[in-house]
């Protein structure tokens, strides 16, 4: 039989100045798209919505929509998007074209599959693959999500990406509420300290995200961090960690996201998940009580920024 774990004071938190709330951890939805058969994702999200857990990050291009229908069709079932639930979701661009009309397309596609009227908050997704000219022109894709949360069509908007030299350039705009940052703060990479400085100054709220890297944090058999092949430092690094973390009673995926939970700066950590067995064990991960003493051990294993995502 599972218990449900005693969950911390601050277990829900606001999402800086919007007005929305999150969970200490939040629903990555990235991976339920992809996952064969597909009740597997709509199981996930299903068993999210029974769950401490009460945010989802998705995105309008995750498995190319396949993340928003299996969401739209848990949610659909569960009779509408519970109230104390935060529903996130990132305008996309189609190829090349990130333009102020692609973000209105991307806004309707992503409503109708997830089946909501209103999205609380909508990121820009992944801006630096693209432009930075053409994304940020007059009447182009950041214009047209500052007048979507201006027309109250969205209630807040936010900024998502990797690169954080990229990101940096797009906090300057100074017009998003919330940074969604990935792989870039964990046990294993700390490239994010400066935007993640940067946007709290701002008074934005932080989200942080891929805490296990999508690899070698969470499964031992992984040779990859952050989407691509990690490099020998990192992964001698990992299994050093994994040493340390079994000498204290524990195990390195349950570091890895404590490492984030306990960050008081994060509103949310986003763990990726696919099965919905996942779902009871990241909550016992996340509430787990682990001793004072492992951190600095950790601390002392990180690797050096030259093996950072982003040196
Ligand atoms: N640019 C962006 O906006 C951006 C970029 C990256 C990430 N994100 C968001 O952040 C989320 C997290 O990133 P991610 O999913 O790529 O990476 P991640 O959270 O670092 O790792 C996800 C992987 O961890 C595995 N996992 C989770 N819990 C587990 C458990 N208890 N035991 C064993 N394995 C477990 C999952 O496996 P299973 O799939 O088998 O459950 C999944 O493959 C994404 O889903 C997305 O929502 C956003």
């Keep these: 039989m599972t218990t449900t774990p005693e969950l911390p004071a601050d277990w829900v938190r606001p999402v800086g100045s919007t007005g929305l709330r999150t969970t200490a951890v939040m629903l990555g939805c990235s991976p339920l798209g992809h996952v064969e058969p597909a009740s597997e994702g709509v199981a996930t999200v299903r068993a999210v919505l029974g769950s401490p857990i009460r945010a989802l990050d998705t995105s309008n291009d995750y498995a190319d929509g396949e993340s928003e229908r299996r969401i739209g069709q848990a949610l659909a079932e569960a009779g509408g998007l519970p109230e104390d639930v935060l529903l996130v979701t990132k305008?996309?661009?189609r190829g090349s074209d990130f333009s102020g009309r692609r973000v209105r397309d991307s806004l309707a596609e992503s409503r109708a599959r997830l089946?909501?009227?209103?999205l609380g908050l909508v990121h820009l997704h992944d801006p630096e693959?693209?432009?930075f000219d053409h994304v940020t022109e007059p009447g182009g894709a950041v214009d047209t999500l500052v007048a979507a949360r201006e027309s109250g069509e969205v209630r807040a908007i936010g900024l998502a990406g990797g690169d954080v030299r990229v990101m940096a350039r797009y906090l300057e705009l100074g017009v998003f509420d919330v940074l969604l940052t990935h792989s870039r703060w964990s046990l294993l990479d700390r490239s994010a300290g400066p935007i993640i400085d940067a946007a709290l100054e701002q008074g934005m709220a932080v989200m942080n995200a891929a805490v296990y890297g999508a690899g070698i944090l969470v499964d031992p058999a992984s040779t990859s961090y952050g989407y691509r092949r990690a490099p020998s430092e990192l992964v001698e690094a990992a299994a050093a960690m994994r040493e340390v973390c079994a000498r204290h009673g524990t195990d390195l995926r349950t570091a890895a996201l404590q490492f984030?939970?306990?960050?008081?700066?994060?509103?949310?950590t986003i763990v990726g998940m696919s099965h919905p067995d996942r779902v009871a064990a990241t909550v016992e991960a996340a509430t787990a009580d682990l001793p004072a003493d492992l951190w600095p051990e950790l601390e002392a294993l990180v690797p050096p920024r030259r093996v950072w995502l982003d040196a």
Aim: no cysteine; glycine share 6%; proline share 0%.
């Design 115 to 118: 089946g909501v009227d209103e």
């Design 129 to 131: 693959y693209h432009d």
């Design 260 to 268: 984030s939970v306990r960050d008081e700066r994060f509103a949310s």
């Design 91 to 93: 305008v996309d661009a």
